[in-house]
């Protein structure tokens, strides 16, 4: 039997050199030359591969999760058609890195195009799209190949040509981390509010889920944290999208230590108040970001959307779509199933999520497929400070595309309102809401 990683790779490989060869004008072609680095291999993903491809044909790219919606949100409409192509072409796994590259490939070669003309509005729209269109294609590749790191690589050129142009103040980052956690940086953006003039501003130290990275936890217009006057510093964590790429890998200690490495970076910066930095996460970007609020005290407020928190993790790992193992394990430095599993069963809140005493907000999926609502309602209980707990009735994994959601509180409008009333000190009753599919929100206290 083929070895079904290589086969996985085999296709990548070839579909991209394809697409590169027909688009020499727009950017230097990538060479994909077959390489020794072998990715994870997953028992669940050997023998489910052609069930995987059938529900991708039958249910489109967004057949875990609303990928698309999540990608194109930060873009704007200006990206709708550019989505709509990349779900038409994405017929099956192998299909999405030279969908996403023939997107951010013509969208690079606009900006450009648009840059020479000094249309800088063009200019600047194009390169946003084009760095989410490349981060998007490094999604499937679970290495650290050749083609991961030219997707990368050019991810970084396009969003620092776009930071060049922006509206606000963008800056690209390194955030020093200790020798526990590998003593290599950690790569990041800060930005800052549209209206800046000086002085010292709340902050959001953004984490993205497993699935997603920095360059899209701000949007490119109306962003809700920077609207309201709250700088972000959008990280990649140990593990996430460009930081295994340097050698920063999941651990438990390493995310430990994020959080206060973070915080040391953003106060040694004239623009940031000390006393008002949050930190936010989504999916299991809130495992990682409740592990970075436990260990830094001077996180003022955690807030996060679309939970992780089951010990263990073995919906997400042994029942979910075997993609979310592969990805994990490449983020974690295991090609071995059987050592993953036997560390999987250390990543946990329990015993850790109890030092938090700052205000801690959490938006939860009722029907939450991938982590099961029963565990994040045990995180919560554990949670030394004043706490609120959303659920929002129907809803999966990913909070929204719900009635609850359409019809109730907008979910990403309360996050932001949130975190700066208690970013500016507003005090917090402990409460547990239930959002219904009415969208009326029933409340109740702890």
């Known amino acids: 039997m083929s070895n079904p990683t290589n086969s996985r790779r085999q296709f990548i490989t070839h579909a991209g050199a394809a697409l590169a060869a027909s688009t020499a004008a727009l950017a230097p072609a990538l060479g994909h030359a077959e390489e020794t680095v072998q990715g994870p291999l997953t028992k669940r993903f050997e023998e489910q591969r052609w069930a995987l491809d059938n529900t991708i044909r039958a249910n489109g790219m967004d057949w875990d999760q609303p990928r698309s919606l999540y990608l194109s949100a930060p873009c704007g409409p200006a990206a709708a058609g550019d989505f709509m192509m990349v779900r038409s072409r994405i017929q099956k796994y192998a299909d999405a890195a030279p969908a996403f590259e023939a997107q951010a490939r013509r969208r690079e070669a606009q900006a450009k195009a648009s840059e020479a003309l000094d249309e800088k509005v063009n200019a600047r729209e194009n390169y946003f799209i084009a760095a989410v269109h490349w981060g998007a294609a490094q999604w499937p590749i679970d290495e650290n190949n050749e083609q991961n790191r030219f997707y990368n690589q050019r991810k970084r050129e396009c969003y620092a040509k776009y930071a060049g142009l922006a509206e606000h103040r963008v800056e690209e980052v390194w955030i ?13 953006w800060l930005h800052l509010p549209p209206d800046y003039k000086g002085g010292k501003v709340p902050v959001v130290i953004a984490v993205p889920g497993m699935d997603s990275f920095k360059e899209v936890s701000t949007f490119l217009y109306g962003d809700k944290f ?86 263990g993790f073995h919906s997400i790992f042994q029942e979910a779509s075997p993609t979310f193992k592969m990805r994990f394990m490449f983020m974690s430095n295991f090609t071995d199933e059987a050592k993953f599993d036997e560390f999987r069963k250390t990543m946990t809140w329990e015993g850790i999520s109890s030092k938090i005493k700052q205000p ?73 809401w239930f959002v219904t599919s009415t969208g009326s929100i029933n409340k109740t206290s702890y």
């Not at 020093?176 to 990041?188: I, Q, T, V």
């Not at 299991?284 to 996060?304: D, H, L, Q, Y």
Request: aromatic share 8%; net charge negative.
């Open 176 to 188: 020093p981390m200790p020798a526990s956690a590998g003593g290599k940086p950690l790569p990041a």
């Open 226 to 311: 920077l609207n309201r006057g709250i700088a972000v510093l959008a990280i990649d964590g140990p593990g996430q999208y460009e930081a295994p790429l340097l050698g920063i890998y999941f651990s438990m200690q390493a995310w430990k230590d994020t959080g206060t490495a973070c915080v040391n970076w953003l106060t040694q910066r004239s623009e940031i108040d000390s006393n008002s930095i949050g930190i936010a996460g989504g999916s299991f970007g809130t495992f990682f970001s409740t592990i970075a609020a436990a260990f830094e005290p001077r996180i003022k407020a955690v807030a996060v959307t679309s939970t992780c928190f089951e010990p």
């Open 360 to 432: 801690y907000l959490c938006l939860a999926g009722e029907s939450d497929e991938l982590s099961p609502l029963k565990y994040t309602e045990q995180m919560i209980a554990s949670l030394q400070g004043p706490k609120r707990l959303v659920i929002y009735q129907d809803s999966r994994h990913s909070v929204g595309n719900v009635p609850a959601a359409y019809l109730g509180p907008n979910p990403g409008n309360m996050v932001a309102e949130w975190m700066q009333s208690q970013l500016h000190g507003k005090p917090l009753t402990s409460e547990r």
